[in-house]
C-alpha cells in the first residue's frame, strides 16, 4: 500500500514581496494614494527627522549658540541639506540597520547622521564637519524631533495633497452647481415632493459647505516645540547658560515655517493636531452627504451614468450601471473619518509628562488622510460620468401640481392683510385640496380662478408651473463666487 503524497506546504504570501501589502491603501488603491507616501510614510518620518537634525545643527552653528562651536560655510551646510534631498531607498535600509542596534529609531538617525559629517571630507575635502558631531541632537529629546517632523510632514500632506484634491474637487462641484443653475427639480423633504429648487442650488449648497471646511483646514497652524525632556530647557541651561534658550527655540521652530509652542511637557500637545483632523473629518462628513445625495439622485433617474466602454456592471444583470465610485467613497469616508475621531480624541492625552501611545497614534495619520484622499478621487471620476435627464425632471415636476399649494395660500395670506374679502383659511383650504391627492394643472387653475383673488394676483398664480416655481434658487448660485 503506497502513501499518499503530501500536499505541499501552502506559500506564505507575506514572504512573496514587499509589494503584497496587508491593507487596500498599500495594495489595490495604492496608485491613487501615492502622493501621501512621500509626506505620511515611515520613510518620509524619517527624512523628516533628518531634516530636523540637520537644520537643528546649522541654527546651532549659525547663531553661536554654544561657545566654541564652528559657523559652517555655505558648501557645508548645502552638503547637510543634500543629506536630506537625496535621502531615499539605501538611506532607509541603512537607518534600518542602525535600528536593529539601537531600538530606538531617533537614535538610529542621530548616528546616520553622524556618519555622513564623518563621510564629509570625502566630498568636500579640508571640512569641520567631522568636529561638530555633538552638536547633532544637542539637548533634545527624541520628542523634540518628532514633533517637529510630524508637524512637517502633515503639513506637507494637507498643503501639497489632500488641499489641492479637495478644492479641485469642490471647484467641480461648484462648476456642475453653475452648470444646471437654472434646472429645475422637484425637492423632497422627508423624501416627499416639496417646493420646487434648481439642481444647481442643491449642487451649490453642497460646494458651499465644502468651501466652509477648506477655509477652517487652510487657516488650521503646525505647532512645534523644542525644550528638552520635559519641557524645562533644563539640559540647555545647564550646558549652556548664557543663551537665551527660549528666543533660540522659537525662531528654530519658525524657520522651519510651523508656530511655536511655549508651554508643553515632554511632547507637544497635539491639540492642533486635534482641531485639524476634526475639522478634515468634518470635510469628510459633508463629502459623504454629498455622495449619498448623489446616489439618490442616479437611482431616482436624475442623473444617468455614461457607461464606461467595456466596464461590467453587475456580474449576473447585464443593464446595470451601478454608482460604485458614490459607494465606494462612502465607505473609505466614512473609515478615514473614524481613524481621525480616533486621532483627535486620543492625542490630546498624555499621562502626566509623557507617555507612548502618541507614538504609535501618530503612525495612523497617514491611512486617516488615504482613506480620504481615495474617497475624494472616487467622487471626482463619479462626477465626470454623469449627465442630467432634464425630460425625467420636467415629468416629475408637471406630475406634482400639488406643491403649487404653498405659493397659492401664501399669495391668499397676503391678500387678506392688504384688505381683500374672502381669503379666510388659507391653509386649510389648500390643505383640503391637495393632500393625499394628485392635481392636474387645470384643477389647480380652476381652484385658483375661484378664489376672488385680484386680477393682477390671480394672473401671476395662473402662470405658476412646478418648473417655475423655483423662487431665486437659480440666482442663489451666485454666492459661490461671494
Known amino acids: ?36 507616501v512621500d509626506h505620511l510614510s515611515e520613510a518620509a518620518l524619517n527624512r523628516a527627522r533628518v531634516h530636523v537634525e540637520v537644520e537643528w545643527l546649522i541654527h546651532l552653528t549659525t ?15 548645502a552638503y547637510l541639506r543634500g543629506v536630506v534631498t537625496t535621502f531615499g531607498p539605501d538611506e532607509v535600509a541603512e537607518l534600518a540597520e542602525i535600528e536593529r542596534v539601537t531600538v530606538h529609531d531617533v537614535k538610529a538617525v542621530e548616528y546616520f547622521l553622524k556618519r555622513r559629517l564623518e563621510a564629509a571630507p570625502g566630498v568636500l575635502g579640508e571640512t569641520v564637519l567631522p568636529t561638530v558631531g555633538e552638536l547633532v541632537h544637542f539637548a533634545c529629546t527624541s520628542e523634540d524631533v518628532n514633533n517637529l517632523s510630524y508637524a512637517l510632514m502633515v503639513r506637507g500632506a494637507v498643503q501639497e495633497v489632500w488641499l489641492p484634491a479637495a478644492t479641485a474637487l469642490t471647484d467641480e462641484v461648484a462648476a456642475l452647481a453653475r452648470e444646471h443653475a437654472e434646472q429645475p427639480l422637484l425637492a423632497l423633504t422627508h423624501g416627499q415632493p416639496a417646493t420646487p429648487t434648481t439642481l444647481g442650488k442643491e449642487l451649490a449648497v453642497l460646494a458651499h459647505r465644502l468651501r466652509r471646511q477648506l477655509r477652517r483646514i487652510g487657516a488650521d497652524e503646525f505647532l512645534g516645540k523644542i525644550n528638552g525632556a520635559t519641557g524645562t530647557y533644563g539640559a540647555h541651561v545647564v550646558a549652556v547658560p548664557g543663551a537665551d534658550w527660549q528666543e533660540v527655540s522659537r525662531t528654530f521652530v519658525e524657520h522651519l515655517g510651523l508656530t511655536w509652542n511655549p508651554l508643553t511637557t515632554q511632547i507637544e500637545s497635539h491639540d492642533w493636531q486635534a482641531e485639524l483632523y476634526a475639522d478634515v473629518a468634518r470635510f469628510n462628513r459633508v463629502l459623504h452627504n454629498l455622495a449619498t445625495d448623489v446616489w439618490t439622485y442616479i437611482s431616482r433617474g436624475v442623473f444617468i451614468q455614461i457607461p464606461v466602454a467595456g466596464a461590467t456592471g453587475s456580474s449576473t444583470m447585464p443593464h446595470k450601471v451601478n454608482p460604485i465610485r ?70 416629475e415636476l408637471d406630475q406634482n401640481w400639488e406643491v403649487l399649494g404653498e405659493p397659492v395660500q401664501s399669495a391668499m395670506r397676503a391678500a387678506s392683510v392688504a384688505g381683500v374679502t374672502g381669503m379666510e383659511n388659507p391653509y386649510e383650504r389648500l390643505k383640503e385640496l391637495t393632500r393625499g391627492r394628485r392635481l392636474t394643472a387645470d384643477d389647480m387653475r380652476e381652484f385658483i380662478g375661484g378664489l376672488g383673488l385680484p386680477a393682477d394676483v390671480a394672473e401671476r398664480l395662473a402662470r405658476l408651473t412646478p418648473g417655475t416655481y423655483t423662487g431665486l434658487a437659480a440666482a442663489l448660485v451666485a454666492h459661490l463666487d461671494d
Do not use: K
Open 1 to 36: 500500500m503506497t502513501s499518499a503524497t503530501p500536499a505541499p506546504a501552502r506559500v506564505s504570501l507575506a514572504d512573496v514581496t514587499p509589494a503584497i501589502a496587508l491593507g487596500p491603501l498599500d495594495g489595490r488603491y495604492r496608485p491613487t494614494v501615492a502622493p501621501l
Open 63 to 77: 547663531h553661536r549658540v554654544v561657545p566654541g562651536a564652528p559657523v559652517l560655510s555655505d558648501a557645508e551646510q
Open 326 to 395: 458614490f459607494e465606494n467613497a462612502e465607505a473609505n469616508l466614512e473609515i478615514s473619518s473614524a481613524l481621525l475621531d480616533t486621532l483627535a480624541s486620543t492625542l490630546v492625552t498624555s499621562r502626566l509628562q509623557r507617555d507612548l501611545t502618541d507614538s504609535t497614534t501618530q503612525r495612523n495619520i497617514g491611512p486617516a488622510f488615504g482613506h480620504s484622499l481615495l474617497a475624494i478621487d472616487n467622487v471626482r471620476r463619479g462626477l465626470r460620468a454623469l449627465s442630467v435627464d432634464a425630460a425625467l425632471l420636467e415629468r
